[in-house]
């Protein structure tokens, strides 16, 4: 079993950054592709971005490109969102997903494809 918790949620303006982080244990963290996905109030979830078990491949939504960033660090069981420039549109809940890389190809951009999720830090932006 793998637990996931989000932080670094919160409330900024438009314009504004936040680094969203997401705590990984009970597995081996570097053996898991990791994502992010986000769901606003009325909305689907959906794809924002994808970082595989290594880091050396990242994915990105269009809208997103360019203002967010993913990394992780394995030393410390974490991945991260950095998001700059921040809109109104961004404002949703946040969630980090995991999938072991043993279990077939990257699907990075597919919810159902995640075996497991945290429970969601809210970011609201302001205009």
């Known amino acids: 079993q793998v637990q996931l918790v989000e932080s670094g949620g919160g409330l900024v303006q438009d314009g504004g950054s936040l680094r969203l982080s997401c705590a990984v244990s009970?597995?081996?963290?570097?053996?898991?592709?990791m994502g992010w996905f986000r769901q606003a109030l009325g909305k689907e979830r959906e794809f924002v971005a994808a970082i595989n078990w290594s880091g050396d491949s990242v994915y990105y939504t269009d809208p997103v490109k360019g203002r967010f960033t993913i990394s992780r660090d394995n030393a410390k069981n974490t991945v991260y969102l950095q998001m700059s420039s921040l809109k109104p549109e961004d404002t949703a809940v946040y969630f980090c997903a995991a999938r072991s890389r043993y279990l077939g190809r990257f699907d990075y951009s597919r919810a159902s494809f995640y075996s497991y999720w945290g429970q969601g830090t809210q970011v609201t932006v302001s205009s």
């Open positions: 009970g597995r081996t963290f570097s053996n898991h592709n």
